[in-house]
């Protein structure tokens, strides 16, 4: 972390960006909005605060790097792009429309700032563990970061990965759990249950960190209790415990709304709500 | 066999090539000593990382390493690299056109007492299919150290096809495979024999056997099955009019569907597909599978008689 993050600043880019993401699931037809907004504040903090980069040059050397292994939450990145200015802002109502940047799940090749593509659940782990090997080959103090939901933990590459850091003494890396406890089918508990995530990464050899993931204070203490236990050997978990749909009312902890986009009447509910928190923010800002 | 085999040229290619300048990483999964990346290890070991048995992690921490800027090869066996981590290469590697170079080797039936389940058949279907993927099968020991620099030197993802066992020498040392070109390796009028990988020395055979029966054939190495240099097979078969492709694979998905497709389109001629009969593999030692799946010599010479019939 360079300077002091700004807490305030946090908060509000986060208000800006559950508000993005609702219109522009809402415009879009369709995407994934539950996921989104459980993970807008843990994405808020490392855009605007934690991590070191450059939108005027996405591809700056000295940047930490950002993989979005949950990639069906594409459009919380995508409005932290667009709210610190990789991309203009304009691209966000063309989400998942044909030609547009913006793709339902992210593309490396078409998004400045976007580090590699993701959507099929289970692989940024591993993609994460060679970025950092990169890097250190090459000297780099930067780091990596590397946001996962709880359901792909399920996946059984996540925990080759996951030795696979240990082992390799991968300590410029920092992955986060968006322990939302839902999926597409239900509860985590119900569908495929992840039993005791922190012990479970403990027991592969990594340094375990918990946080509420909506309370920008909690995060940005994990974030730099993590920071000082980098360069230590071992890989660096935080996991967050959130709430699927944050931030609107009729969405927070519904899997229901794990991948289906508000109509208008709902679009509207959940606009006036996220309205009215940024609005708060700005007055205390 | 023969002389050596394609694998021996992995491990000590990548070797001169950082000792060339090539930042070059490999990434293995348990089997450094039959890939021969272990020759890679041992000189550059701060260059190598062993994933375990982990195929899927294997693709995934190259391609990561790939976004970090280096030329990320990785190891295993074909039947694992491709069939296990299909989904890492598909939508990490190729999806993100990533400079990562799957070179694994113990390919098609050579493979040989390890049986079916090792006898990986269906691979260059599965890559061929992949966008951006290039796909090369070199015939020879010279041809794989061409083919592994060719990878290096061009940015994205490649399949390296190498095998296990040793084969007859095909090219000299100084060979340079060129990325979608196909090699005329003798010339013929009446057919035309367009083989990858083992199965170049047997349509070579085949064709000293084929001209002792009066009939000329034309012999093309197809080491780039992606992208195919239709301009030399289109122009083979202009002059011979019928062609059997050979290839130690499955005949559906490989060298044979991506030439019949080609020709299919371009200029449609009688074709053979000589090649594994959509079975599995078995058990048994490479020059008893060889005879078994018919993919000798001798089984190309009976393909290319049914067509001048």
């Given at each position: 972390?360079?300077?002091?993050?700004?807490?305030?600043?946090?908060?509000?880019?986060?208000?800006?960006?559950?508000?993005?993401?609702?219109?522009?699931?809402?415009?879009?037809?369709?995407?994934?909005?539950?996921?989104?907004?459980?993970?807008?504040?843990?994405?808020?903090?490392?855009?605007?605060?934690?991590?070191?980069?450059?939108?005027?040059?996405?591809?700056?050397?000295?940047?930490?790097?950002?993989?979005?292994?949950?990639?069906?939450?594409?459009?919380?990145?995508?409005?932290?792009?667009?709210?610190?200015?990789?991309?203009?802002?304009?691209?966000?109502?063309?989400?998942?429309?044909?030609?547009?940047?913006?793709?339902?799940?992210?593309?490396?090749?078409?998004?400045?700032?976007?580090?590699?593509?993701?959507?099929?659940?289970?692989?940024?782990?591993?993609?994460?563990?060679?970025?950092?090997?990169?890097?250190?080959?090459?000297?780099?103090?930067?780091?990596?970061?590397?946001?996962?939901?709880?359901?792909?933990?399920?996946?059984?590459?996540?925990?080759?990965?996951?030795?696979?850091?240990?082992?390799?003494?991968?300590?410029?890396?920092?992955?986060?759990?968006?322990?939302?406890?839902?999926?597409?089918?239900?509860?985590?508990?119900?569908?495929?249950?992840?039993?005791?995530?922190?012990?479970?990464?403990?027991?592969?050899?990594?340094?375990?960190?918990?946080?509420?993931?909506?309370?920008?204070?909690?995060?940005?203490?994990?974030?730099?209790?993590?920071?000082?236990?980098?360069?230590?050997?071992?890989?660096?978990?935080?996991?967050?415990?959130?709430?699927?749909?944050?931030?609107?009312?009729?969405?927070?902890?519904?899997?229901?709304?794990?991948?289906?986009?508000?109509?208008?009447?709902?679009?509207?509910?959940?606009?006036?709500?996220?309205?009215?928190?940024?609005?708060?923010?700005?007055?205390?800002? | 066999m023969g002389d050596k085999a394609t694998r021996a040229a992995f491990g000590e290619t990548l070797?001169?090539?950082?000792?060339?300048?090539?930042?070059?990483?490999a990434v293995e999964a348990d089997l450094s000593k039959s890939t021969t990346t272990a020759t890679f290890q041992?000189?550059?070991?701060?260059?190598f990382?062993n994933a375990g048995i982990a195929e899927a992690n294997m693709v995934?921490?190259a391609?990561?390493?790939?976004?970090?800027?280096?030329?990320?090869f990785t190891g295993s066996f074909a039947v694992f690299a491709t069939g296990r981590a299909y989904?890492q290469v598909?939508?990490?590697?190729?999806?993100?056109?990533?400079?990562v170079k799957l070179a694994p080797t113990h390919s098609g039936i050579t493979v040989g007492p390890d049986g079916g389940s090792h006898q990986m058949i269906e691979d260059i279907a599965l890559m061929r299919?992949?966008?951006?993927m290039?796909v090369l099968v070199p015939a020879d020991y010279n041809s794989a150290k061409?083919a592994l620099?060719?990878a290096?030197?061009?940015?994205?993802?490649f399949y390296i096809r190498l095998g296990r066992v040793g084969v007859p020498?095909?090219?000299?040392?100084?060979?340079?495979?060129?990325?979608?070109?196909?090699?005329?390796?003798?010339?013929?009028?009446?057919?035309?024999?367009?083989a990858c990988g083992v199965m170049v020395a047997e349509?070579?055979?085949?064709?000293?056997?084929?001209?002792?029966?009066?009939?000329?054939?034309?012999?093309?190495?197809?080491a780039?099955v992606?992208?195919?240099?239709?301009?030399?097979?289109?122009?083979?078969?202009?002059?011979?009019?019928?062609?059997?492709?050979c290839e130690e694979h499955s005949?559906?998905g490989g060298l044979?569907?991506?030439?019949?497709?080609?020709?299919?389109?371009?200029?449609?001629?009688?074709?053979?597909?000589?090649g594994v009969?959509?079975v599995f593999g078995t058990s048994g030692e490479p020059d008893e599978l060889m005879v078994y799946f018919?993919l000798?010599?001798?089984?190309?010479?009976?393909?290319?008689?049914?067509?001048?019939?």
């Amino acid at each position: 972390m360079a300077n002091a993050p700004d807490v305030g600043l946090i908060r509000s880019m986060a208000a800006q960006m559950r508000l993005d993401v609702v219109e522009m699931i809402a415009k879009a037809g369709s995407g994934h909005p539950g996921g989104s907004l459980s993970a807008a504040d843990i994405v808020a903090a490392l855009y605007f605060g934690v991590m070191k980069h450059d939108p005027a040059d996405p591809s700056w050397e000295g940047r930490d790097r950002f993989v979005l292994s949950k990639g069906h939450a594409a459009p919380v990145l995508y409005a932290a792009l667009a709210e610190s200015g990789y991309i203009d802002r304009e691209h966000l109502g063309t989400l998942r429309k044909l030609g547009s940047i913006l793709q339902g799940h992210p593309d490396s090749k078409k998004v400045p700032g976007v580090e590699v593509s993701t959507g099929s659940l289970g692989q940024g782990l591993s993609i994460s563990n060679g970025i950092a090997l990169g890097l250190k080959l090459d000297r780099s103090a930067s780091r990596v970061f590397c946001l996962m939901g709880d359901g792909e933990l399920q996946e059984g590459q996540v925990w080759e990965a996951a030795m696979f850091a240990a082992h390799h003494g991968v300590d410029n890396l920092v992955a986060i759990v968006d322990h939302n406890g839902l999926q597409i089918d239900g509860a985590c508990s119900d569908v495929m249950c992840l039993g005791d995530v922190e012990a479970k990464f403990g027991a592969f050899g990594w340094r375990t960190i918990i946080a509420d993931g909506h309370d920008v204070e909690a995060l940005l203490r994990a974030f730099e209790a993590a920071e000082t236990a980098l360069g230590g050997g071992v890989p660096v978990v935080i996991v967050c415990s959130t709430v699927k749909g944050k931030g609107v009312s009729f969405m927070e902890g519904n899997a229901g709304w794990h991948g289906k986009a508000p109509n208008a009447d709902e679009t509207q509910r959940a606009v006036a709500e996220l309205t009215a928190v940024l609005e708060k923010e700005a007055a205390r800002g | 066999m023969g002389d050596k085999a394609t694998r021996a040229a992995f491990g000590e290619t990548l070797n001169d090539l950082v000792a060339d300048g090539f930042d070059i990483v490999a990434v293995e999964a348990d089997l450094s000593k039959s890939t021969t990346t272990a020759t890679f290890q041992e000189a550059n070991p701060e260059r190598f990382f062993n994933a375990g048995i982990a195929e899927a992690n294997m693709v995934g921490v190259a391609a990561g390493l790939a976004v970090a800027g280096k030329i990320a090869f990785t190891g295993s066996f074909a039947v694992f690299a491709t069939g296990r981590a299909y989904d890492q290469v598909r939508n990490t590697v190729c999806y993100s056109d990533l400079n990562v170079k799957l070179a694994p080797t113990h390919s098609g039936i050579t493979v040989g007492p390890d049986g079916g389940s090792h006898q990986m058949i269906e691979d260059i279907a599965l890559m061929r299919v992949l966008p951006g993927m290039r796909v090369l099968v070199p015939a020879d020991y010279n041809s794989a150290k061409s083919a592994l620099r060719l990878a290096a030197e061009a940015s994205g993802p490649f399949y390296i096809r190498l095998g296990r066992v040793g084969v007859p020498q095909v090219y000299a040392a100084d060979f340079k495979l060129e990325l979608g070109k196909a090699y005329v390796l003798r010339e013929g009028a009446d057919v035309t024999l367009a083989a990858c990988g083992v199965m170049v020395a047997e349509a070579l055979q085949a064709a000293e056997l084929l001209a002792v029966q009066g009939i000329s054939a034309e012999v093309i190495d197809v080491a780039s099955v992606k992208p195919l240099d239709v301009e030399t097979l289109v122009g083979s078969v202009r002059k011979t009019g019928r062609v059997v492709t050979c290839e130690e694979h499955s005949i559906i998905g490989g060298l044979g569907s991506a030439i019949a497709e080609l020709l299919g389109e371009a200029y449609p001629v009688p074709l053979r597909r000589v090649g594994v009969k959509d079975v599995f593999g078995t058990s048994g030692e490479p020059d008893e599978l060889m005879v078994y799946f018919g993919l000798t010599a001798l089984d190309i010479v009976t393909s290319a008689r049914e067509l001048l019939e």
